[in-house]
C-alpha cells in the first residue's frame, strides 16, 4: 500500500445537495430510482435503436447515504458501489470501477468533474454509455487516485497531463493509460484500458478474407507503403499492431515504429513516441528513423507534406512502410496524398495497397440481437471490422499518373463488406448505418 493522502476541498457529503445546486432534481426523490434495472434497459433500448442523443438514463447517484441494496444489480455496474461507499473507499471503487469496466469489454472509462461530483461514462464497443454518478468527496478522491497512481501531478488541475497506470497497480489486464484535460465544469480525466487484443496476429483481426489474404501478401513484400484509413475508432491502429506481431513472429527484420502514443509494447520492436512539445514530430522522427536502417517503419499517422515525402521515399528505397491518413476512402487516400505531393510517379510507385476499415457492433450470438444479460440488453456484443481494399495495379498506377482519382474506387466496397455482414447474420442494417 502507497501512503496516498487523500484530499477534499470543501466536499459536501449531503445527499442531493450538489443535484440541487445545479437545478436539477435528486435521482432519489424520484418515484423509479428504486428501478436501476428499468432505468438501464431504457438506456439500453435507446443505444440500440441508435439515438446516442438520447443515452441519458442510467446515471445513478452513488450516495454516500443511499442503502446498497438500491445500487445492486444494476447490470453493467453490478458490484461496483456495494457495500459502504465514503470518499475513503475511493481506492476500492476505482479498482471495482476498472474491473467492471474491463468485464464490460469496455476500451474506456471517462470520469468527468461536474463541479463536486464526477460523471462516469465507458465507452463500450465504440459507444459512450453513462454508467455511474460519483458523489462529491469521493468523486474528487478517486479522480486524485487514478492521478496518483498515474504518477501525475495530483495537485494539476488546470493543465492536461498523460500517464501510464502499471497493470499490477488496479489489477488491470494490461497497463491503462491515463489521460487528464481541464475543463469548465472540472477536471476530465480518461482511463484507455487495452484488453483482447494482446496477441492478435492478422488472422485473429476477423478483415474479410480478400482484405486478410491481400493484407498477409503485402507483410511479405520487402518494400512498398501500406496506408490504412477510416476515422478515430475504426480499428486502424489494432490493425496495425497484428501486423507487427506477425512481423516480429518472423524474426530477422529490424521493425522500427513511431507513434502518438505507443499504445501497447511490443517484443522484438524499437517503439518510439513523437514529442511536438521538443519537436520531433513524425516527420523529423521518421527521417532519423530511418538512418537506424529499420526494415520495417511504422510511422503512425501522415499529417503533413513532410511525412508524406518521407513515407514515399522510404517505401521507394526499400523498406516496408506501414503508415495511416485520414481520408473516407480508398480513392480519398490517393487525393491527400497528391496533395501532399506532388510527384505522382513517386505515389503510384510506392503505395501498395491501401485499407480503409471501419467497425461494427456484432449481434450477440446469445439472444440474436434482441437483449440479454450478457450482452447488458444491448443486443451486441464485440465488434468486427467491415474494409475496402485497394491494390495498386498496373491499372490504378495508370490512373494515378494521369491524376484521374474519380476513377479510383475499391470493389468490392466498405458497403458491399457490410451488407455481406448483415447478410451472414452478424450485424443489423441498423448498426451498419451507424458505422458508416
Ligand atoms: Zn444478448
Known amino acids: 500500500m502507497r501512503g496516498y493522502i487523500p484530499v477534499i476541498k470543501g466536499g459536501s457529503s449531503v445527499p442531493g445537495d450538489a443535484n440541487?445546486?445545479?437545478?436539477?432534481?435528486?435521482?432519489?426523490?424520484?418515484?423509479?430510482?428504486?428501478?436501476?434495472?428499468?432505468?438501464?434497459n431504457r438506456a439500453w433500448s435507446n443505444l440500440r435503436s441508435g439515438d446516442r442523443n438520447q443515452m441519458v438514463a442510467p446515471r445513478q447517484t452513488v450516495s454516500m447515504a443511499s442503502d446498497p441494496k438500491n445500487i445492486q444489480g444494476t447490470g453493467l455496474l453490478a458490484g461496483l458501489v456495494t457495500g459502504a461507499i465514503g470518499p475513503e473507499s475511493a481506492p476500492e471503487v476505482l479498482a471495482r470501477l476498472t474491473a467492471a469496466a474491463e468485464r464490460a469489454g469496455a476500451s474506456d472509462i471517462h470520469i468527468q468533474m461536474r463541479g463536486q461530483t464526477a460523471e462516469v461514462v465507458l465507452r463500450l464497443d465504440g459507444v459512450m454509455v453513462p454508467a455511474v454518478e460519483l458523489p462529491p468527496g469521493l468523486a474528487e478522491r478517486v479522480c486524485g487516485r487514478v492521478k496518483f497512481l498515474a504518477r501525475l501531478k495530483t495537485?494539476?488541475?488546470?493543465?492536461?497531463?498523460d500517464g501510464r497506470i502499471d497493470k499490477t497497480d488496479l489489477q488491470t489486464a494490461a497497463d491503462v493509460r491515463v489521460a487528464t484535460y481541464p475543463t469548465v465544469t472540472g477536471e476530465k480525466i480518461v482511463l484507455r484500458l487495452f484488453q483482447g487484443e494482446q496477441e492478435r496476429m492478422v488472422g485473429d483481426l476477423g478483415l474479410p478474407g480478400e482484405v486478410q489474404g491481400e493484407l498477409n501478401r503485402f507483410l511479405e513484400q520487402n518494400s512498398g507503403l501500406l496506408l490504412l484509413t477510416g476515422p478515430a475508432g475504426s480499428g486502424k491502429t489494432t490493425t496495425i499492431y497484428a501486423c507487427l506481431r506477425q512481423l516480429a513472429a518472423r524474426q530477422g527484420r529490424h521493425i522500427i515504429t513511431v507513434e502518438d502514443p505507443v499504445e501497447r509494447v511490443l517484443p522484438g520492436i524499437m517503439q518510439t513516441e513523437i514529442n511536438e512539445a521538443r519537436g520531433l514530430d513524425f516527420a523529423c522522427a521518421a527521417r532519423h528513423l530511418l538512418r537506424q536502417d529499420p526494415q520495417v517503419l511504422v510511422i503512425g499517422e501522415i499529417r503533413d507534406e513532410a511525412t508524406a515525402q518521407i513515407?514515399?521515399?522510404g517505401a521507394l528505397t526499400g523498406h516496408l512502410i506501414i503508415s495511416t491518413l485520414h481520408a473516407g476512402s480508398c480513392r480519398g487516400v490517393f487525393e491527400r496524398l497528391a496533395s501532399f505531393c506532388p510527384d505522382l510517379a513517386a505515389i503510384a510507385a510506392a503505395v501498395?495497397?491501401?485499407?480503409?476499415?471501419r467497425l461494427v457492433r456484432r449481434l450477440c450470438a446469445s439472444c440474436s440481437g434482441?437483449?440479454?444479460?450478457?450482452?447488458f440488453d444491448t443486443g451486441f456484443?464485440?465488434?468486427l471490422p467491415i474494409a475496402e481494399f485497394l491494390t495498386v495495379n498496373d491499372v490504378v498506377r495508370d490512373r494515378i499518373l494521369n491524376r484521374d482519382f474519380r476513377h479510383i474506387s475499391a470493389v468490392p466496397t466498405l458497403a458491399d463488406s457490410g451488407a455481406a455482414r448483415v447478410a451472414a447474420g452478424l450485424?443489423?442494417?441498423t448498426e451498419l448505418d451507424r458505422a458508416l
Request: aromatic share 4%; charged share 25%; net charge positive.
Open 20 to 40: 440541487l445546486r445545479r437545478g436539477t432534481r435528486s435521482r432519489f426523490n424520484e418515484p423509479e430510482a428504486g428501478n436501476e434495472r428499468a432505468i438501464i
Open 155 to 161: 495537485y494539476q488541475e488546470t493543465l492536461p497531463q
Open 311 to 313: 513515407a514515399l521515399r
Open 352 to 357: 501498395g495497397l491501401v485499407i480503409n476499415q
Open 370 to 375: 434482441r437483449g440479454c444479460a450478457g450482452c
Open 381 to 383: 456484443q464485440g465488434r
Open 427 to 429: 450485424t443489423s442494417a
